[in-house]
C-alpha cells in the first residue's frame, strides 16, 4: 500500500503511475479534490500523519521541500519507506543523516526523486562509470515561449524561485565550489525547439557532487531565449528577497500563462552522452510525467524489495538500467547523442 502526499500536479501523477503498477494507492492534501482515494490532511498535523502512514508500505510526498526533513523523520519513526522530490540540498543531506536509523528499522529514504534531481541523476550514474566529466542540462518549457518570460508555470513557483536563488554547486578539477545561480550563460540547441539558452541554477547536481567522484561535474537549466537575463534583473533589484519574495511568487503564479509543456533533457561526458525530450501527452502534463512517474518507479522498486534498507539518494539507490526499462514502458525515451 503507498500514500502520496500532495494532490497538485506532480501528486497526481505519482498516484496515477502507482495506481497502473497495480499498487493500491492513496492520495491526500490538505485542500479537497476530486479524486478517487482522496482524503484530506494537514500535514502541520503530526498525530493525524502519523496515524495515517505508520501502516504504509511506503510514503510519498509531493509537497514543498520545507516539509520533507519532518515527514522523513516521523516515517521512519513509524517504520514506513519514505520518498519525496527534493528541491533543497541542505534539507536533502538532512534526511541521508537518517540512514542508520533507516537501516536499523528495515526502511528506505531516498529524497530527490523527481525529474532533475531524481532522474537525472541516475542517468549521470550511467555515464560516470565511463567518464570523469558529466555535464547536465535540463529544462521543463513551454511547447514554445509564451508570455513575458517565454515560460509557463510547469511546476512550483516557490521551487522555481528557490532555484534563481541559492548558489550551484559544480566540480572544476575534481573540488567541489559554488558559483552564482543564473551565472554561466550558454546557448544550447534542440531539435524542434531552436537555439536555447542554458544557465546555472541550484539543486540540479544536489547530492551527485559528494557521491560519483568526478573531475567535472555541472547542472545548467534550458530555457528559450531571453529568460535568463529578465530573471536576473528581478534578482539584482530585490525582487527575490526575504520579504519581497512572497509577493514575488504571487505576481508570477498569475502572470504566467498556462501552456503545453515539454521537458528537454541531454547529459554527457568526454565521449558522447543521451539525450531526451518528453511532451505533454495529452492527460499529464511532460513535467508531471518526467518527475512523476519516474518518482513512482523509484517507489516501485522500493515496495518491491529492489532497494536495500537505508537512506540513499537516487543515483546510489536506483539501477539505471531497470529504471530506463520502466521509462521505456512509460514512452518516455533517452536515446545516445
Not at 44 to 56: L, P
Not at 265 to 282: F, I, K, S
Not at 310 to 317: D, K, R, V
Amino acid at each position: 500500500m503507498a500514500l502520496v502526499i500532495g494532490a497538485g500536479k506532480m501528486g497526481r501523477a505519482i498516484y496515477h503511475d502507482m495506481k497502473r503498477q497495480g499498487i493500491e494507492t492513496r492520495i491526500c492534501d490538505a485542500v479537497p479534490h476530486n479524486i478517487d482515494d482522496f482524503f484530506t490532511l494537514d500535514v502541520r498535523d503530526e498525530d493525524a500523519v502519523r496515524k495515517e502512514i505508520r501502516n504504509e508500505d511506503v510514503v510519498i510526498s509531493a509537497i514543498p521541500y520545507n516539509f520533507n526533513y519532518r515527514l522523513a523523520k516521523i516515517a521512519v519513526e513509524e517504520g514506513t519507506n519514505y520518498l519525496d522530490l527534493g528541491g533543497n540540498t541542505d534539507i536533502v543531506m538532512k534526511e541521508l543523516e537518517l540512514d542508520n536509523e533507516a537501516r536499523k528499522k528495515g526502511i528506505t529514504i531516498i529524497p530527490d526523486c523527481g525529474l532533475a534531481p531524481g532522474m537525472m541523476n541516475v542517468i549521470a550514474s550511467m555515464l560516470a562509470e565511463e567518464s570523469r566529466e558529466v555535464h547536465i542540462r535540463v529544462g521543463g518549457i513551454p511547447e514554445k515561449p509564451v508570455g513575458p518570460f517565454g515560460y509557463s508555470a510547469v511546476f512550483s513557483i516557490h521551487g522555481l524561485i528557490n532555484e534563481y536563488v541559492e548558489d550551484a554547486i559544480i566540480v572544476r578539477k575534481g573540488k567541489i565550489k559554488k558559483v552564482s545561480s543564473l551565472d554561466g550563460l550558454e546557448t544550447i540547441f534542440f531539435e524542434g525547439f531552436g537555439e536555447m539558452e542554458a544557465f546555472y541554477t541550484h539543486g540540479g547536481t544536489s547530492t551527485m557532487p559528494f557521491t560519483l567522484k568526478l573531475e567535472e561535474l555541472d547542472y545548467k537549466t534550458v530555457r528559450y531565449k531571453g529568460h535568463c537575463e529578465k530573471m536576473r534583473f528581478l534578482k539584482e533589484h530585490g525582487f527575490f528577497d526575504e520579504g519581497v519574495r512572497e509577493y514575488t511568487e504571487k505576481a508570477l503564479e498569475r502572470i504566467l500563462p498556462e501552456a503545453r509543456d515539454a521537458v528537454v533533457a541531454r547529459v554527457y561526458g568526454e565521449n558522447g552522452g543521451m539525450e531526451m525530450v518528453d511532451l505533454h501527452d495529452g492527460i499529464f502534463s511532460a513535467m508531471a510525467r518526467t518527475t512523476g512517474f519516474s518518482t513512482a518507479i523509484m517507489a516501485g522498486m522500493v515496495i518491491n524489495g529492489m532497494v536495500d534498507a537505508g537512506a540513499f539518494p537516487p543515483e546510489i539507490a536506483i539501477d539505471g538500467n531497470r529504471f530506463i526499462e520502466e521509462l521505456n514502458k512509460r514512452d518516455i525515451r533517452w536515446r545516445k547523442v
